[in-house]
């Protein structure tokens, strides 16, 4: 979506970090995601941040926010082929729950 | 654990017919929202339900209508089909009180020939 920009690939070699960002231009968003998306597949809800923290860590997940310029970070620590999928930003308010998502990443992991 | 059911999986449709995509929300779960997702697109908002009221319309095309009923299942009813219709149709529901957190099912594929 236009009002949630993320760079649509990324390859990296296995056991190596990956770094995903996106960008949102609404100030009032409330609520960041992250979701993976395998093809075929349904949207599966990796990890989510409230704008008032800046960092969320869930496993090998890490999530880090900017809030002043707005960028949103997934780090995927020792990425495995698994791993490789489309993940998806998206962005939500208290006004109303609906999803705004970003175009997607498309993530290649190499063995 | 339980997850969104949606019903049916595949959908194959001629232009100008009727559709109707059903959606079985998480036990507990009172929320349910619609999405289309195009080949090779993020997924777009549609509608949203909140025990079993409107709360959130999206761009939605007048052809199609939603409800959400007593039990909570929700159905996206699509009429005079055209050819871009052909997407995935996702629901998502949300839980009592987390309205914020959206599970989603694993979509239905509507095709229109």
């Known amino acids: 979506g236009e009002d949630v920009e993320q760079s ?15 960008t949102y231009t609404d100030s009032s968003s409330t609520y960041l995601y992250w979701y993976k998306q395998e093809p075929g597949a349904g949207l599966q809800l990796l ?6 923290m800046d960092m969320k860590q869930d496993q090998r997940l890490t999530v880090l926010l900017n809030k002043k310029d707005k960028h949103l970070s997934l780090r995927i620590a020792d990425t495995q ?18 999803l705004i998502f970003g175009s997607g990443t498309r993530l290649l992991v190499r063995p | 654990a339980a997850g969104v059911i949606q019903s049916p999986r595949h959908l194959i449709k ?17 929320t349910v ?60 529901s949300s839980p009592v009180g987390d309205s914020y957190e959206q599970y989603f099912g694993p979509g239905t594929r509507l095709t229109v020939t």
């Open chain 1, 8 to 22: 649509l690939f990324l390859s990296v070699r296995e056991g190596d970090s990956s770094v995903i960002n996106c």
């Open chain 1, 47 to 52: 990890t989510y941040i409230f704008s008032n």
């Open chain 1, 81 to 98: 082929t698994g791993d490789s999928a489309i993940y998806f930003c998206a962005e939500s308010k208290d006004s109303s729950y609906k």
């Open chain 2, 14 to 30: 001629e232009k100008r017919e009727t559709a109707t995509l059903k959606c079985y929300p998480i036990p507990r779960h009172d």
């Open chain 2, 33 to 92: 929202y619609w999405y289309q997702q195009g080949p090779g697109q993020d997924p777009q908002f549609l509608i949203s339900f909140y025990e079993k009221m409107q709360s959130d319309k999206g761009s939605i095309p007048d052809r199609f209508s939603a409800q959400q009923f007593s039990d909570y299942h929700s159905e996206l009813n699509m009429s005079s089909l055209e050819l871009g219709d052909s997407a995935l149709y996702f629901c998502a």
